[in-house]
């Protein structure tokens, strides 16, 4: 199935919330996503079915020269169709356009699929952060990626 790629709009809303409650333990409230969708620094994307069905979506914060990755996201029945590495391709280069060079991640320790899609972007872990996560508790891995990493 074909998707495209754009920036969240609040009629996205309902579709992103349901796919956030599935996926995540403790997921992002309706609010935040609409307090995100205003904030100047951030940038919210995407993926979207020809049938307009959010397949997934993900958030960049900039701060100056630096991109934190906050949120990714895949709809179950979209999975395992390269979407979620789309999504965060698209993200890093719309960060890049607003002057990100580095860009940071947390991930879960135990989640193995997420950590090798990020290293397979170019995500070197550099740190951990200790019970980051609730809901379970779990440390959470802290990926950074440069600028040149991100143009394969």
């Given at each position: 199935m074909?998707?495209f790629f754009?920036n969240?709009?609040?009629s996205d809303?309902?579709?992103?919330?349901?796919?956030?409650q599935a996926?995540?333990s403790?997921?992002?409230?309706?609010?935040?996503?609409?307090e995100s969708?205003?904030?100047?620094?951030?940038?919210?994307?995407?993926?979207v079915?020809?049938a307009?069905?959010?397949?997934?979506?993900?958030c960049l914060?900039?701060v100056?020269?630096?991109?934190e990755?906050?949120?990714?996201a895949?709809?179950?029945?979209?999975r395992?169709q390269?979407?979620?590495?789309?999504l965060?391709?698209?993200?890093m280069?719309?960060?890049?356009?607003?002057?990100a060079k580095n860009?940071?991640?947390?991930?879960r320790?135990?989640?193995e699929p997420?950590?090798r899609l990020?290293?397979?972007?170019?995500f070197?872990t550099v740190?951990?952060?200790?019970?980051?996560?609730e809901k379970?508790v779990?440390?959470?891995?802290?990926?950074?990626?440069?600028?040149?990493?991100?143009?394969?």
């Open positions: 074909e998707v754009r969240m709009k609040m809303l309902d579709q992103v919330c349901a796919i956030e996926v995540f403790d997921p992002w409230s309706r609010e935040g996503f609409k969708l205003g904030n100047g620094q951030a940038i919210l994307l995407t993926a079915s020809e307009q069905k959010v397949a997934g979506y993900c914060y900039c100056l020269d630096e991109g990755i906050v949120n990714v895949v709809s179950e029945s979209f395992k390269g979407i979620g590495e789309r965060v391709r698209h993200l280069q719309a960060g890049a356009q607003r002057g860009f940071y991640l947390e991930v320790a135990g989640n997420a950590q990020y290293e397979k972007l170019g070197k740190g951990i952060r200790k019970n980051f996560y379970p779990e440390n959470a891995l802290v990926m950074m990626c440069a600028l040149p990493d991100i143009t394969g």
